[in-house]
């Protein structure tokens, strides 16, 4: 039983012998490297296999930079790598840059991945293996972070490490699949209509919300999102020949884009919204402001949408709680949020008739996902043909 203190080792092993077999302990390592068997009981083979396994687990941790013939890949730090992926998606929209909201989501998951790699004693992309991923998802879990967040995040770090693949900073062995299962359905509470009608009264009821209940009304008839709502100006409401929402995507717009008031969509592209009859006096009624924004916050300034969401959960959706009780465990009315008023519209124009073609142009959606789910919830030729069958004798 040695210690090994060959200088020609990354890692400090520990060979010993159980019934003549040669093992290498490396867990007092960081990373653990855990305990390995060398497959021999002949000392030279035994001291060929560890060095081997040295190598192989040096270069997995981004220690040793791997050779492919007369091909070199310099380390690249985790955070210093991080940082140049950033860049990347800075790139120009056209080339497939990434809107600055995604990437301040990027770098949170960067600074997220990067503290767990210092943990694991993980100094270079070099060592980021499929199983480093693997683990880190793990970590996420034991977390309890949601499953698309751990998805989105293991997604992010494999992109990088293909990034520098295809950049030929990385050696191509090391792409990898994850296999990570595609996450369908959603947690999203979908009010339903008693709900919203109870929020609209009690906004209307208060002097102090009328703003809110302006806001509140166009998110459920509309489906657009809260971030589109906030920009949304007095220019897209348009009454003739026909009483529409245009819901701006500016991307394109080199004029915008160097005034800095391009209006940018999720799926970057813009949409057209028919107008509820039911919605036209609340647009018309509120009054123009020399901003051009439609709508405004409790003080009369731009409307914040993390304001609006604090205002909401305490003044509307808290003294509204008791009313419509949520059970222990379940997902209810005090997790709605604003995007719940999206689900809301999008259930209501399914159970009135309105096809997915039509409901994917008003939302925005490039695929049916969410509009199914509804459709099914709201299927009448489906309830009627349940309540035919008989399960039990009469």
């Known amino acids: 039983m040695r210690k090994t203190l060959d200088e020609a080792l990354n890692y400090n092993w520990r060979v010993f012998q159980r019934r003549q077999m040669?093992?290498?302990?490396?867990?007092?390592?960081s990373p653990d490297l855990g305990r390995h068997s060398l497959g021999t009981r002949n000392r030279a083979e035994a001291n060929q296999q560890l060095h081997r396994l040295d190598r192989k687990l040096a270069i997995e941790n981004g220690i040793v930079v791997e050779h492919l013939g007369e091909t070199a890949f310099p380390a690249i730090p985790i955070e210093v790598g991080m940082g140049q992926y950033l860049d990347h998606c800075r790139r120009p929209r056209v080339m497939g840059g990434k809107t600055e909201g995604t990437i301040k989501r990027y770098r949170s998951v960067g600074d997220k991945f990067a503290a767990y790699c210092k943990k694991k004693g993980v100094a270079s992309w070099q060592g980021v293996s499929k199983m480093i991923i693997e683990q880190y998802g793990g970590d996420l879990d034991r977390q309890e972070y949601a499953q698309r967040t751990i998805s989105l995040e293991m997604h992010l770090v494999q992109h990088v490490v293909h990034w520098f693949i295809d950049e030929k900073r990385l050696p191509e062995q090391m792409r990898m699949k994850l296999g990570l299962k595609k996450l369908t359905g959603s947690d999203t509470y979908c009010y339903s209509r008693a709900e919203v009608s109870a929020i609209l009264d009690h906004c209307k009821s208060d002097p102090d919300l009328a703003w809110l209940y302006d806001l509140l009304a166009t998110?459920?008839?509309?489906?657009?999102?809260?971030?589109?709502?906030?920009?949304?100006?007095?220019?897209?409401?348009?009454?003739e020949p026909r009483p529409i929402l245009r819901i701006a995507d500016e991307g394109a717009s080199h004029r915008k884009a160097k005034m800095k008031s391009a209006r940018k969509t999720k799926g970057k592209r813009g949409r057209i919204v028919p107008i509820h009859p039911d919605l036209a006096p609340v647009?018309?009624?509120?009054e123009r402001n020399r901003d051009g924004y439609v709508f405004h916050g409790p003080r009369g300034g731009r409307l914040k949408a993390d304001t609006a969401r604090v205002i909401f959960k305490r003044d509307v959706v808290e003294p509204l709680a008791d009313q419509f009780p949520t059970e222990v465990g379940d997902i209810g009315f005090v997790h709605a949020r604003f995007h719940s008023f999206r689900h809301y519209f999008v259930s209501q124009c399914s159970a009135a008739g309105a096809s997915d073609g039509q409901i994917m142009d008003w939302v925005g959606h490039k695929d049916s996902e969410m509009v199914s789910i509804y459709r099914h919830q709201f299927d009448a030729a489906g309830q009627e043909r349940m309540q035919s069958i008989q399960f039990t004798s009469p």
């Not at 040669?22 to 390592?29: E, I, L, T, V």
């Not at 998110?219 to 009454?239: C, F, N, P, S, Y």
């Open 22 to 29: 040669y093992y290498a302990d490396g867990r007092s390592n």
């Open 219 to 239: 998110l459920a008839m509309t489906g657009i999102r809260i971030g589109e709502a906030v920009q949304l100006r007095h220019a897209d409401i348009e009454w």
């Open 283 to 286: 647009l018309q009624r509120i």
